[in-house]
């Protein structure tokens, strides 16, 4: 594995974006690539090696934390969907386009179309075999900090979101969120994202039920180049 770097993006090493960013201890898992999302499992060698680098990174660093004290969890994703701003959703982000999203909890039990939560962000598919992670994350869980790892390979992002949960409970927890999407179809989020100021992530099932929806306090977390997300289409990656 090559070194993970912070700050900088690359398409081959998977990068670790805010404090504490050093290196993960030794591997200490294998993952099973027949659980693979179905576009990942049908996509390039590059691809298929991507997502396993990732997923074996992952582990590594859920093993740090652990190594640390911290409770964790890792959900990895069936699917992962980057989702930018609908008609149902101008309003708040023309009130919320230079301030804060006007919603007072960093983690939201209601789903969206029942509160004023925004619906974009980013979605991802869990697996009914993650509930046990998921209930991980019932209050008093909150995300007191976001740290996001990813590489870019052959046009697919490769994402883990980790939230930590240091204020509210004893040890400490950190969820991760590992998927994988185009980078094709992130421009309308990155937009909004980035206007916000805000990011934010969608948990729900495949049959559609919302499980959580958690805020994210800096876009530029998940979007340190934007333009590079911007200009994917354009630039052919």
């Known amino acids: 594995m090559g070194n993970i770097q912070a700050g900088a993006q690359s398409c081959t090493d998977i990068m670790r974006i805010g404090p504490d960013s050093g290196i993960p201890g030794e591997q200490s898992r294998e ?10 499992a049908a996509a390039a060698d590059a691809v298929r090696d991507g997502w396993k680098a990732t ?5 590594r660093m859920v093993d740090d934390r652990e190594a640390d004290g911290y409770h964790t969890a890792l959900v990895v994703a069936a699917e992962t969907m980057p989702r930018g701003p609908t008609n ?3 309003k708040i982000n023309t009130e919320n386009m230079s301030g804060d999203i006007n919603v007072a909890s960093s983690i939201i039990m209601t789903p969206p179309e029942c509160s004023s ?8 598919v869990v697996p009914r075999n993650a509930e046990d992670s998921i209930e991980f994350i019932d ?12 590489r870019v390979v052959k046009g697919t992002v490769f994402i883990v979101t980790e939230c930590i949960c240091i204020e509210e409970v004893s040890p400490p927890r950190s969820l991760f969120i590992a998927g994988a999407y185009s980078i094709t179809h ?3 989020l990155v937009r ?8 934010i992530s ?3 099932y495949l049959d559609g039920t919302h499980i959580a929806t958690l805020l994210h306090g800096d876009a530029t977390t998940f979007f340190p180049n934007p333009e590079r997300f911007l200009n994917a289409g354009l630039s052919g990656e």
């Open 202 to 204: 969608h948990l729900h």
């Open 88 to 90: 149902d959703d101008h």
């Open 139 to 150: 209050p008093p869980f909150t995300v007191d900090e976001t740290l996001v790892y990813q």
């Open 192 to 199: 909004v994202a980035m206007n916000c100021n805000r990011m």
């Open 117 to 124: 939560t925004p619906k974009w962000g980013i979605s991802h």
């Open 31 to 40: 993952y099973d690539m027949s659980g693979s999302p179905a576009h990942i």
């Open 186 to 188: 992130a421009a309308s």
């Open 55 to 59: 997923i074996e990174d992952t582990y």
